[in-house]
């Protein structure tokens, strides 16, 4: 299972290619396919392993504790801190896909448009005091042809019209809804008891056979898992094989940049990395794209210092690695009388956007959506599943598991971060990773309201569990977040080159080929589901980047 | 080495969410070895440990036994858990060694304060055992009770191709199946689920 490059175009190191893409997951994965689709020679480096379908396992051990497809904390430490006054520790904060495929290969899946408010709520709603929260460059509308498009090409199961909250879109899905799971049902009854609009889960797994893929086989294992059948829509069985199909594209993995080259008119010329066997190889291109994620893309421009930007490259505005965004996320469990056997399929079959702006009258700002699901594997379910009231060992606790098991389903709630400047990704001091370069400094804290919009959603499932007719109901309590998987916000997209790092077309400001596109563009957090808004910026982000380059303006 | 992160790797009270599971790491060609030794492990019956002294192999085995006794159902002595976490601690989890020796060395220090002049966690009775996890789980972070009941339920519940969960026990006992293709309905609910009277 260490990974095989299949047959490809190579380049050779001594030319120079049209683009090279740092980043081969969410977003670089559809530049790469959109950019050599369009005529353009494409080199993507990407850190992880090159695994595909045959290498994916249900070795939950493995999976999860050993992050075989996510970031290593040995190689890739990290600090964490609350505030910039403490002192970083040395600790796991963050965790992001590192394989060709990206994040989408281990996700759950779930495949939510932003709306509307989303790109508008600041102009709606009113700034708040002591934090950045502020309007995208771009709207719903700008966005909403490649939400459609990111849909259809990658692949995407659910029911258009289903939720009243649900932003005008000018495509249905391309494939029914996933199958309902009891946890489903439940969740739809009970929410449905109170009044709400609970709908069918647009999922990123393919719910019939699809461009050439086998659907879905329900075995159970998305989240923290690469799918076996190829039937999770991640750039994997997707994107990644259309670009190699173009005979214009190579995918480079084990490719480790360190720094971002530019020449002395402030142009970048490419990417310094190291090879699988550390070897430092520079690939020079004509343009630089950053699609490295939320965390690593802020990192890499930090890590290019240069006598020209001498606190990071592209940093001008002093804000490369702020505004760290990571989505905060309620959890509740209920016991029901029947089995419910929630390891079956997919994790979220109904969700609900009834709450995807609370009323401003509760005193705070935020919102969300809530879903029905079922969370846990054998080892984590023994771990954390049972309400933490009963006993954690011993006979009493074996015959709660026995019971709970099979006939237990959560609601988690996903909602907003507030954008804080203090929140951010900056280089350690002292730390270093495998390579010898300064880890990722994470410095988190969540806002007030924040921590208010999790509470809030917490009652309101525990609500729908009672409604739902659970036999018992548990809640895990709130707290400020220590680690993140959505990595939002550290080069914020905005027409003004001192309060924001990239244009609304994801050009830096400071250096005219350079480009980021990933989560780090976020201007604002969204409701918890991010990756269909990366992927969809990802798509628009190659259109403009085309028709620049043919019109020889990058 | 790095104990904070190694401390963290299994939760001492449960309560956190799934992030915090999802800490170490290791090569993927790695696991092809662990799978083997696992494998080999469990087929030769071994007695003999490779990180685990005699010592620490009675205790660990008395703790799981708490953890997961063998009632009316099959408990940690049966799913193979000691054997399980000699192996890993040996192959892909060698990182964790030095924390798991601190451990060990936390049990020793609390049986010395529960039951003094006791020899070993294994030699004392039941009852002082579970007056020992006591002290240990109320302790903050309680992080060696945390390490000994995340081995312990890794090796009851883990794939059994690890060389834990002997004969699938942990599974059975929670109704889990790994089977690769399921069709719905996959519960009472959905199998009775009116969507008009929903």
Redesign the interface.
């Known amino acids: ?3 095989v490059t299949p047959p490809q175009h190579h380049y050779k190191l001594t030319e120079v290619v049209d683009f090279v893409i740092i980043g081969a997951g969410a977003s670089g994965g559809v530049l790469a396919r959109e950019l050599s689709r369009n005529g353009f020679s494409v080199v993507v480096l990407e850190q992880g ?1 090159w ?1 595909t379908t045959k ?1 994916f ?6 999976n ?5 497809l ?6 890739q ?1 990290t600090t964490f801190r609350k505030t910039p006054k403490d002192k970083a ?4 904060a963050l ?1 992001y896909g590192r394989m060709v495929g990206g994040g989408p290969v281990h996700f759950t899946a779930n495949y939510w448009r932003f709306h509307e408010i989303d790109f508008i709520e600041a102009s709606k709603k009113g700034t708040i005091a002591g934090t950045g929260f502020a309007d995208w460059p771009i709207t719903y509308a700008d966005l909403e042809p490649y939400y459609t498009k990111a849909e259809w090409d990658l692949g995407v199961s659910g029911q258009a019209g289903a939720s009243p909250f649900d932003p005008p879109r000018s495509k249905p899905y391309p494939l029914p809804p996933m ?4 946890s ?3 969740f ?2 009970g929410a ?1 008891k109170l009044g709400y609009h609970p709908f069918p889960a647009p999922m990123a797994i393919i719910s019939q056979s699809y461009q050439g893929r086998m659907p879905c ?4 294992f998305c ?2 898992f690469g799918c ?1 059948m190829g039937a999770k829509s991640s750039p994997l069985p997707t994107m990644i094989p259309q670009a190699i199909a173009s005979g214009r594209c190579e995918i480079r993995p084990n490719s480790y940049v360190r720094k971002i080259e530019l020449d002395a008119h402030g142009r970048a010329t490419g990417a310094i990395y190291f090879d699988k066997s550390g070897k430092e190889n520079l690939q020079r291109a004509r343009a630089v794209i950053l699609a490295a994620n939320g965390s690593e893309t802020p990192r890499l421009l930090l890590l290019s210092k240069s006598n020209r930007f001498p606190d990071g490259l592209a940093n001008s505005s002093g804000l490369v690695g702020k505004y760290l965004m990571f989505n905060t ?1 309620s ?1 509740a469990g209920g016991l ?1 009388e ?8 997919i994790e979220v079959t109904r969700i609900m956007h009834d709450f995807y702006e609370i009323d401003p009258k509760h005193g705070f700002y935020g919102g969300g959506g809530i879903d029905g699901r079922f ?1 846990w594997y ?7 599943g ?1 309400p ?1 009231r009963g006993p ?4 009493e ?2 015959k709660a ?2 019971k709970y ?2 006939r237990s389903m959560y609601l988690t709630g996903h909602t907003t971060s507030l954008p804080l400047e203090d929140n951010s990704i900056s280089l350690d001091d002292t730390v270093k990773d495998a390579w010898g370069l300064p880890a990722m400094r994470v410095t988190y804290k969540d806002h007030p309201d924040d921590l208010k919009t999790c509470q809030f959603m917490l009652d309101r499932s525990m609500e729908i569990l009672d409604a739902a007719g659970a036999q018992d109901k548990w809640a ?2 709130v707290e400020e977040s ?4 959505h990595l939002l916000g550290t080069c914020r997209m905005g027409n003004d080159p001192k309060t924001s790092v990239v244009s609304s077309g994801h050009r830096t400001h400071d250096v005219p080929n350079l480009f980021l596109c990933d989560g780090s563009s976020f201007v604002t957090s969204g409701r918890g589901q991010p990756t269909e808004t990366i992927q969809a910026l990802a798509f628009r982000a190659s259109d403009r980047i085309a028709a620049l380059a043919k019109q020889n303006q990058i | 080495m790095d104990t904070d992160q190694t401390r963290r790797m299994f939760l001492g009270k449960a309560g956190a969410s799934l992030g915090l599971l999802c800490l170490s790491s290791l090569t993927p060609d790695l696991l092809a070895k662990a799978h083997a030794y696992a494998q080999s492990a469990v087929a030769g019956g071994a007695k003999s440990y490779r990180f685990l002294t005699a010592q620490e192999a009675a205790d660990f085995d008395a703790f799981s036994a708490q953890i997961l006794p063998t009632d009316e159902t099959p408990g940690a002595r049966a799913a193979n858990v000691i054997h399980f976490t000699d192996f890993v601690l040996s192959t892909i989890d060698s990182d964790q060694q030095a924390a798991m020796k601190d451990t060990f060395k936390d049990l020793q220090d609390q049986v010395a304060k529960t039951v003094p002049g006791a020899k070993s966690f294994a030699a004392i009775t039941s009852e002082q055992q579970i007056e020992v996890m006591k002290a240990m789980e109320a302790v903050q972070d309680a992080e060696a009770f945390g390490i000994l009941r995340g081995y312990t339920l890794t090796g009851f519940f883990c794939d059994p191709a690890l060389g834990g969960n002997k004969n699938q026990v942990g599974w059975k006992l929670i109704g889990f199946q790994d089977d690769f293709l399921y069709k719905p309905p996959f519960g009472y609910y959905d199998a009775h689920y009116d969507e008009g009277k929903a």
């Open positions: 299972m260490s990974g392993p695994l290498d396992t249900h070795d939950e051990y493995m999860w504790n050993h992050a075989l996510t970031n290593d904390f040995r190689k430490p520790k040395k600790r796991p965790v199958p309902i799971k009891s489903g049902v439940l739809e009854q449905r086989a329900h075995c159970g989240m923290g076996e996320d959890l029901f029947h089995p419910l056997n929630e390891y079956k399929s969370l054998p080892i984590s379910f023994a771990s954390v049972l933490q954690q060992w011993g006979s606790y074996k598991l026995q098991f099979t895990y309590p220590t680690y993140g998987f």
